[in-house]
C-alpha cells in the first residue's frame, strides 16, 4: 500500500507563516505528480499547488507569491510552504499523490488524511 503522513497545520494569525509537510511511503514503482489541496467547509475540494518530478509547479492564482511548493524526491517528500495566511485560506489541507506502483500498472491518486489549518486573529 502508499500511505501519505502530513504534519505542521495549525491556529495562525492574519499574515502569519505555517510549513505544510507530506512524506510518501509504503510499497511503489514511482511517484509522478505531487500536491496539495484544500477543502473549506461546506465546499469541495480544490487544488492549492502541485509540483512534477522535475520541479515544474503549479499554483492557484489566490495562492500565487504567498506560497512555495517544493519536494525532495529521494525523501518522497512536498512540502508547503505558506507566507502572508489569509482569513480565506482556512481549510483542510490534503497532501496528494500520483503514483505508479508498478512498472507496468497504471498511475493512481493517493490522499493524506489533512491537516487543518486555521487562520484567524
Do not use: H
Not at 511511503?25 to 469541495?44: C, E, H, L, N, T
Not at 512540502?79 to 508498478?102: G, H, I
Request: net charge positive.
Amino acid at each position: 500500500q502508499v500511505q501519505l503522513v502530513e504534519s505542521g497545520g495549525g491556529l495562525v494569525q492574519p499574515g502569519g507563516s505555517l510549513r505544510l509537510s507530506c512524506a510518501a511511503s509504503g510499497s511503489f514503482f514511482r511517484i509522478d505528480v505531487m500536491g496539495w489541496y484544500r477543502q473549506a467547509p461546506g465546499k469541495g475540494r480544490n487544488l492549492v499547488a502541485d509540483i512534477t518530478t522535475d520541479g515544474r509547479t503549479n499554483y492557484v492564482d489566490s495562492v500565487k507569491g504567498r506560497f512555495t511548493v517544493s519536494r525532495d524526491n529521494g525523501k518522497n517528500t512536498v512540502d508547503l510552504q505558506m507566507n502572508s495566511l489569509k482569513p480565506e485560506d482556512t481549510a483542510v489541507y490534503f497532501c496528494n499523490a500520483r503514483v505508479q506502483r508498478w512498472s507496468w500498472g497504471a498511475i493512481n491518486n493517493y490522499w493524506g488524511q489533512g491537516t487543518q489549518v486555521t487562520v484567524s486573529s
